[in-house]
């Protein structure tokens, strides 16, 4: 699916607000034609929230851009493929690197397609820039150098601050402990970081169930009775998709969630889908980069939410912040190298380097990525309330929380960085 430009302004309808942009940029001969990415977005099955959520972020970039006179006087044109299984995802990255000839790939959600991809990147010398797919493996980074592939934030940012939280809020109020988190790698690093950072408190709470579904399971009778039994006082889960609401529903029908904590670390990823019928107040939620209530949001944000609402009738998530910061980090890097360059359309060579550290303000606020190819960025959680316009829960208050502080610094490992912590 190709998307020019005229096909963006009918989509998003920016159009006039964004041509009034600045163009901050140094005087170029611009070369021949667009500069081409393509996107790999996710828009079918239990990702299809959060992958349609990214695509809309790299629109709105996109017709900002375009708006304002493009990238160095270049034209940005998306080419859009599907991200599914890992391996025909990359057969889709080669395809856009060898067949479509982008300048670069963002785009990619599972951590599964992300170990695949980042290889793949390498390989066939095309700048990859991750929505949220990472390269770990566990928690050890699989690809501690590489030259292509720009990566998201760690897998274990939503727990590492949730369990700050639970830590902060009810330390000495529950004694039990249970986990239910899908089964793969995401569910289980989360769920261990959990364990390590409440006995680095000094909170000593039994593990009394460990329940791992698959990955886009939407009947959870089995393992809802089975916490029943168990009877828990708090219960983790990193659910993050179309699994969230529905063990919600099912844990209220069964009368779960009146006597039990709940931490839901990524559940603001399919925010709108958390009612109130269901979803309790007092629970902690996580909304990962963005959260669409934040009362410091910048005016970029709100300008964003407002035509993310009018358009597709319904609140952004996360994603959006994600896939919009790959587009304009791309973006900023060009125009950073191209200044270094006297003016000069800069070489891909120049533009990787370029990427490594560069500064950007996205949706959330100012993002950057670390000289290791992984981004910072600031995360957003909060107790759950229902005083609110809405029929879900939102957060109150809003905390906010840098990678700084719940990511693991560069070469370091992450249960060595958290028995550091001086708590």
């Known amino acids: 699916m190709r998307l020019t430009r005229r096909r963006f302004l009918k989509l998003t309808g920016v159009g006039a607000v964004a041509a009034a942009l600045p163009l901050d940029v140094v005087p170029v001969l611009a070369q021949s034609g667009p500069v081409r990415l393509g996107i790999l977005a996710a828009r079918a099955g239990v990702l299809a929230p959060v992958g349609e959520s990214g695509l809309r972020g790299v629109q709105f970039a996109t017709d900002r851009i375009n708006a304002a006179g493009g990238i160095l006087g270049r034209r940005l044109e998306l080419i859009v493929e599907e991200e599914s299984s890992p391996k025909d995802t990359v057969e889709r990255f080669r395809k856009l690197a060898l067949s479509d000839k982008v300048d670069a790939v963002s785009g990619a959600i599972s951590t599964g397609v992300g170990l695949a991809l980042g290889p793949a990147a390498e390989e066939m010398k095309t700048i990859w820039l991750a929505w949220d797919a990472t390269t770990q493996k566990g928690v050890e980074e699989s690809m501690p150098k590489p030259k292509y ?67 886009g399971a939407t009947d959870f009778t089995s393992h809802v009775a089975t916490l029943i039994q168990a009877k828990p006082d708090l219960i983790f889960s990193c659910f993050w998709a179309g699994d969230t609401p529905i063990f919600m529903k099912q844990a209220h029908a069964a009368g779960l969630t009146k006597s039990t904590k709940v931490v839901l670390t990524t559940g603001g990823g399919v925010h709108e889908s958390l009612k109130k019928d269901f979803t309790p107040e007092g629970a902690i939620l996580g909304y990962n980069c963005f959260y669409f209530e934040n009362p410091k949001a910048s005016a970029l944000a709100k300008e964003f939410t407002r035509w993310h609402a009018e358009k597709f009738k319904e609140w952004p998530n996360y994603e959006s912040d994600h896939g919009y910061f790959t587009v304009v980090a791309f973006k900023a890097a060009i125009e950073r190298a191209a200044k270094a360059a006297g003016g000069k359309w800069p070489t891909q060579d120049a533009i990787i380097q370029a990427l490594e550290g560069v500064e950007a303000e996205s949706l959330s606020g100012p993002r950057r990525y670390r000289e290791d190819h992984i981004m910072e960025a600031a995360f957003f959680q909060g107790v759950t309330t229902h005083r609110n316009r809405h029929d879900f829960v939102t957060i109150d208050p809003v905390e906010s929380m840098s990678t700084k502080q719940i990511q693991k610094p560069s070469g370091v490992g992450l249960y060595d960085w958290i028995n550091g912590w001086k708590v």
């Not at 940012?157 to 939280?165: F, G, K, N, R, Y």
């Not at 995401?186 to 009394?208: P, S, T």
């Open 149 to 215: 592939s720009f990566r998201s934030t760690d897998n274990e940012c939503e727990a590492v601050m949730a369990s700050i939280l639970t830590a902060r809020h009810w330390k000495g109020k529950f004694k039990t402990v249970a986990g239910i988190n899908p089964d793969y790698s995401y569910g289980r690093d989360n769920w261990a970081a959990f364990l390590a950072i409440m006995k680095k408190y000094g909170i000593e709470a039994q593990v009394v169930s460990e329940l791992w579904p698959k990955l």
